[in-house]
T-cell receptor
Framework: DTAVSQTPKYLVTQMGNDKSIKCEQN?????MYWYKQDSKKFLKIMFSYNNKELIINETVPNRFSPKSPDKAHLNLHINSLELGDSAVYFC????????????FGEGSRLTVL | SQQGEEDPQALSIQEGENATMNCSYK?????LQWYRQNSGRGLVHLIL?????REKHSGRLRVTLDTSKKSSSLLITASRAADTASYFCATDRDFGNEKLTFGTGTRLTIIP
């Protein structure tokens, strides 16, 4: 059983389109995250949710909107995609808000043409 | 902001040798973690060391923490080809905000 699963694994789309990435964790964790990893492998936190409540919202354009329908799911919707949005997006979860060990998904590679 | 920075950025060693990676950070922390990322995969947690600990071992891994110098090191002993990966340190405080902030990573290549 995959602990943190995200779909799709690859996403290729045109500039201006809207796309979503889904994430689910079956670990029973309270907190979930979205991280963005750029081409230089730099990993930056975007959002975190604790039990469906937004906890961290870094300086991310409004085009990015996370949604947490329940504490096991955290989806990421991106509007009006731009070339600079091309990256690998990682979902992660942890047992509680003050982060101990993070469990990562396998990543979703987004390519904007 | 970028809390941690790893050194070196890239490291190549022969199989069987030891690999040492260093991490420096800027603010006080509660704990520091090390993660491994294989190419095209997600990050995997390796070890967590608390701010009141100075050294921790897990199998072939040895982590040290020097809070006075705001630095940590990860030693992998008797390296194997399967250790080829990128290694990241992560700290849990970034200018007062409790979130896990990752360093820039060290790309380790083990030559068979």
């Amino acid at each position: 059983d995959t602990a943190v699963s995200q779909t799709p694994k690859y996403l290729v789309t045109q500039m201006g389109n809207d796309k979503s990435i889904k994430c689910e964790q079956n670990l029973g964790h309270d907190t979930m995250y979205w991280y963005k990893q750029d081409s230089k492998k730099f990993l930056k936190i975007m959002f975190s949710y604790n039990n469906k409540e937004l906890i961290i919202n870094e300086t991310v354009p409004n085009r990015f909107s996370p949604k947490s329908p329940d504490k096991a799911h955290l989806n990421l919707h991106i509007n009006s995609l731009e070339l600079g949005d091309s990256a690998v997006y990682f979902c992660a979860s942890s047992l509680r808000t003050s982060p101990g060990e993070l469990f990562f998904g396998e990543g979703s590679r987004l390519t904007v043409l | 902001s970028q809390q941690g920075e790893e050194d070196p950025q890239a490291l190549s060693i022969q199989e069987g040798e030891n690999a040492t990676m260093n991490c420096s950070y800027k603010t006080s922390i509660n704990n520091l973690q090390w993660y491994r990322q294989n190419s095209g995969r997600g990050l995997v947690h390796l070890i967590l060391i608390r701010s009141n600990e100075r050294e921790k071992h897990s199998g072939r891994l040895r982590v040290t923490l020097d809070t006075s110098k705001k630095s940590s090191s990860l030693l992998i002993t008797a390296s194997r080809a399967a250790d080829t990966a990128s290694y990241f340190c992560a700290t849990d405080r970034d200018f007062g905000n409790e979130k896990l902030t990752f360093g820039t990573g060290t790309r380790l290549t083990i030559i068979p």
